[in-house]
């Protein structure tokens, strides 16, 4: 029998501080209209100087875990996407594992940028489909303002901190109808972070109007990849659920798809572009506030550097 991978549970965690564009305004040469205008963000979460990629996922897989109301024992696989991750080594994965204090469950990190828990999920959904997992546990959490050059007005708008969690088991009633992931490293120029390990360790670079056109077709061809292999049409979507980078990107995917921003699930405003964190925390959203509901159609999309792109079309 040939399981599915049903979403049981999701999280979210969010750092208490926030940063307005207008304090950003009196940091660097920008203003509140520039950055909604050309991004539709207001405002940024912020992690603490305690807060670690591990802390913030630990609280959103806990809550994860509370409302699948599962023994935490039970999940055999933890898979954590994060760009910012708490130490080189140990994996972020390994971190919360400890800090969930699941013993048996195998954890590692993976490393997809922006489109980090979209990778999570297909990589869980392969897991559970074959057998080899039961219960899989996916977390994107992101310290971006760690990487973020603050004196960079280009890049230092866009991003935020946070953690999306969500919980997968084998079932025979639908979950996940399919995944799609994609990557191109000939674009590394356009979008890159330099580690410490390099000559000189710094910060996000971005040459953003370059990236912004190849994310528009791009996330327009994988939303036709994800119809067709399913074979519906657009009527077909309840939900689009993308990764929050640009209002603008996130419109032209929902035209394409035929939808009205209403079927949307924008965390942007308030949130900026956390990264691997951003599609897992909508979506958590959208389930929590009860615009999701049970048997809907809902597509999760995400483009980052790489550059790298992926969707889930997902069951819920
Ligand atoms: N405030 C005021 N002016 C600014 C700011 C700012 N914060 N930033 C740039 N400008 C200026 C530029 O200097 C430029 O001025 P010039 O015309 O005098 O040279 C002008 O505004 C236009 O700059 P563009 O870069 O062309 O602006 P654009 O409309 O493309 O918006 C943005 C920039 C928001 C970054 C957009 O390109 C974008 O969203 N790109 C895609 C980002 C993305 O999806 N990244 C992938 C995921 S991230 C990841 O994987 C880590």
Same mark, same amino acid.
């Not at 603490?48 to 806990?62: K, L, N």
């Not at 599962?70 to 130490?87: F, H, N, Q, W």
């Given at each position: 029998?040939?399981?599915?991978?049903?979403?049981?549970?999701?999280?979210?965690?969010?750092?208490?501080?926030?940063?307005?564009?207008?304090?950003? @305004? *009196?940091?660097?040469?920008?203003?509140?209209? =520039?950055?909604?205008?050309? &991004?539709? !963000?207001?405002?940024?979460?912020? #992690?603490?100087?305690?807060?670690?990629?591990?802390?913030?996922?630990?609280?959103?897989?806990?809550?994860?875990?509370?409302?699948?109301?599962?023994?935490?024992?039970?999940?055999?696989?933890?898979?954590?996407?994060?760009?910012?991750?708490?130490?080189?080594?140990?994996?972020?994965?390994?971190?919360?594992?400890?800090?969930?204090?699941?013993?048996?469950?195998?954890?590692?990190?993976?490393?997809?940028?922006?489109?980090?828990?979209?990778?999570?999920?297909?990589?869980?959904?392969?897991?559970?489909?074959?057998?080899?997992?039961?219960?899989?546990?996916?977390?994107? @959490? *992101?310290?971006?303002?760690?990487?973020?050059? =603050?004196?960079?007005?280009? &890049?230092? !708008?866009?991003?935020?901190?946070? #953690?999306?969690?969500?919980?997968?088991?084998?079932?025979?009633?639908?979950?996940?109808?399919?995944?799609?992931?994609?990557?191109?490293?000939?674009?590394?120029?356009?979008?890159?972070?330099?580690?410490?390990?390099?000559?000189?360790?710094?910060?996000?670079?971005?040459?953003?109007?370059?990236?912004?056109?190849?994310?528009?077709?791009?996330?327009?061809?994988?939303?036709?990849?994800?119809?067709?292999?399913?074979?519906?049409?657009?009527?077909?979507?309840?939900?689009?659920?993308?990764?929050?980078?640009?209002?603008?990107?996130?419109?032209?995917?929902?035209?394409?798809?035929?939808?009205?921003?209403?079927?949307?699930?924008?965390?942007?405003?308030?949130?900026?572009?956390?990264?691997?964190?951003?599609?897992?925390?909508?979506?958590?959203?959208?389930?929590?506030?009860?615009?999701?509901?049970?048997?809907?159609?809902?597509?999760?999309?995400?483009?980052?550097?790489?550059?790298?792109?992926?969707?889930?079309?997902?069951?819920?």
């Amino acid at each position: 029998m040939t399981y599915y991978s049903k979403v049981i549970g999701t999280g979210g965690y969010l750092p208490e501080k926030v940063l307005t564009n207008a304090q950003l @305004s *009196e940091t660097v040469d920008t203003s509140d209209e =520039w950055i909604y205008e050309r &991004t539709g !963000i207001k405002s940024r979460r912020i #992690a603490s100087a305690e807060e670690t990629a591990s802390s913030m996922a630990e609280i959103a897989a806990r809550q994860a875990i509370e409302a699948a109301q599962i023994d935490p024992e039970s999940i055999d696989l933890i898979i954590v996407a994060t760009g910012t991750p708490d130490r080189v080594y140990p994996s972020t994965g390994c971190l919360l594992q400890r800090r969930l204090g699941i013993k048996h469950a195998v954890a590692f990190d993976i490393q997809a940028a922006c489109s980090g828990s979209i990778f999570g999920l297909s990589i869980a959904d392969q897991y559970i489909k074959s057998g080899a997992a039961k219960t899989v546990l996916v977390v994107g @959490s *992101e310290a971006c303002s760690r990487i973020v050059d =603050w004196t960079d007005r280009t &890049t230092c !708008i866009l991003f935020g901190d946070g #953690a999306g969690a969500i919980l997968l088991t084998a079932s025979e009633e639908q979950g996940i109808l399919s995944t799609h992931i994609h990557s191109d490293g000939e674009y590394e120029e356009l979008l890159y972070c330099p580690t410490s390990t390099e000559q000189q360790a710094g910060y996000i670079s971005m040459r953003g109007n370059e990236v912004f056109k190849v994310a528009v077709n791009t996330l327009g061809r994988i939303v036709d990849e994800t119809l067709e292999a399913n074979e519906l049409e657009q009527s077909h979507i309840d939900w689009l659920v993308p990764h929050q980078a640009n209002s603008r990107i996130i419109a032209a995917t929902a035209k394409k798809l035929k939808l009205s921003m209403d079927q949307v699930i924008m965390t942007l405003e308030n949130q900026g572009n956390t990264s691997s964190a951003s599609v897992l925390l909508a979506f958590n959203e959208g389930v929590r506030d009860g615009r999701i509901q049970r048997g809907q159609v809902v597509l999760l999309e995400a483009f980052g550097a790489g550059f790298t792109w992926g969707s889930a079309l997902i069951k819920y």
